[in-house]
């Protein structure tokens, strides 16, 4: 199993990024994914998750109308568009994928995963978002 992110960089304030996550050794369409974050000091987040058959996209509230998630399940891959990055953005983004045949909300709820992210069957390594301001 194997999950590799890419895209991540440095950009200033207002940029755009588009992270990706390709995916191997599993059933990917059976699989919900979250993306996840974490800055320096700080506990893991998650950021936002998509269900299996893209039926339903969640977002955490300060990400809400700048991210975007997306899959292509014949590719293996889930996307995260980011687009009007602040500072606070900074942080090393994960995805992840656990076998989930509902909504994926609780992965951004909060208090939904204690800690968030509790349970996810697969993860990436990673991939390092710096927003400058």
């Known amino acids: 199993v194997q999950l590799v992110e890419s895209g991540g960089g440095s950009v200033q304030a207002g940029g755009s990024l588009r992270l990706a996550c390709l995916t191997s050794g599993f059933s990917f369409d059976r699989y919900a994914v979250g993306w996840f974050r974490q800055a320096p000091g700080n506990e893991r987040e998650a950021v936002s998750c998509?269900?299996?058959?893209?039926?339903?996209?969640y977002y955490r509230d300060s990400v809400k109308g700048r991210f975007t998630i997306s899959r292509d399940n014949a590719k293996n891959m889930v996307y995260l568009q980011m687009n009007n990055l602040k500072p606070e953005d900074t942080a090393v983004y994960y995805c992840a994928a656990e076998m989930n045949f509902g909504p994926c909300s609780d992965y951004v709820a909060v208090g939904g995963r204690d800690p968030p992210g509790f349970g996810m069957d697969y993860w990436g390594k990673g991939t390092l978002v710096t927003v400058s301001s």
């Open positions: 998509i269900s299996r058959g893209s039926h339903g996209a």
